[in-house]
């Protein structure tokens, strides 16, 4: 009976983290529809302040700065049934608010964690978020001014040859973009990863080095089964940096065992 006491108060407790998460991920989309970057000059600096207006409101005003850089020159952004400008602003405040809630949600879920980790574990588990949350905002960076400009003009560049006029569903381009955001900002997770499962004692140091055939294979499967087209080049916008991770992490790897093992030569 006590254990049945348990289980419904962990999962009472569950409940109320998982409800504070959703209210301040629901806060933030909530600000992000309702309110607009209204700009204002203070002592030379261009600043901006929130203004009520559900219409133009942030998160389509970020739609349209994806817009204006992201889409190719030629072709038009439509929308071709009544809401999906909307539905495309939802998708973005829901992202904004996801990656902006992140420090509430490790934290709210390490809390939750914690009585079943000692607390050194629990503090790792803490030490190791914001460099996942930075990892995460810069691969999302890369993917925004790097990798999804190119592959949208590349795929484009097709309907440009044969003299064709393209038009781009604003619900297609706006999944399409925060599809390429998540990738990435999850790609660039994997030196932490690899770290994370080092310290942990799940692998060893030769581990990453003695399987880098196999790993740069998966990664390059993973980069063609992400990329919506077949033409093989727009799947290195992926694969590339993911290797280029791995190998990063595989060498900040293998620098912490030599240091470690200089210091014991040491003392």
Do not use: C
């Not at 996801?98 to 709210?108: A, T």
């Not at 079943?116 to 978020?129: G, P, W």
């Amino acid at each position: 009976m006590s254990e049945l006491h348990g289980i419904y108060a962990h999962l009472a407790e569950l409940k109320t983290r998982l409800i504070r998460i959703v209210i301040s991920i629901g806060a933030i989309i909530g600000f992000l529809l309702s309110f607009r970057a209204e700009p204002f000059w203070y002592n030379g600096f261009k600043l901006y302040y929130p203004f009520p207006d559900p219409l133009h409101n942030l998160a389509a005003q970020i739609t349209n700065h994806m817009r204006m850089n992201l889409v190719p020159e030629g072709v038009q952004l439509i929308q071709t049934a009544p809401g999906q400008a909307f539905y495309a602003q939802v998708y973005v405040a829901a992202l904004v608010g996801i990656v902006v809630s992140m420090p509430i949600i490790v934290r709210e879920l390490t809390k939750f964690i914690a009585p079943a980790f000692s607390d050194k574990e629990i503090h790792s588990v803490q030490k190791v978020a914001i460099p996942a949350i930075l990892l995460f905002i810069a691969g999302a960076v890369f993917s925004y001014f790097t990798a999804i400009p190119f592959i949208l003009d590349f795929l484009y560049q097709y309907g440009e040859s044969v003299g064709a006029v393209t038009f781009l569903s604003i619900m297609e381009f706006v999944t399409f973009v925060l599809q390429f955001l998540l990738a990435f900002g999850l790609a660039f997770q994997l030196p932490l990863i690899m770290y994370a499962a080092t310290v942990s004692g799940i692998t060893d140091v030769k581990f990453w080095r003695n399987n880098i055939r196999y790993a740069i294979v998966a990664l390059i499967i993973i980069g063609a089964i992400v990329t919506p087209d077949g033409s093989g080049i727009t799947m290195w916008f992926i694969s590339g940096p993911m290797i280029g991770l791995y190998l990063a992490g595989m060498i900040i790897i293998e620098r912490r065992e030599r240091k470690i093992k200089r210091v014991k030569s040491e003392n």
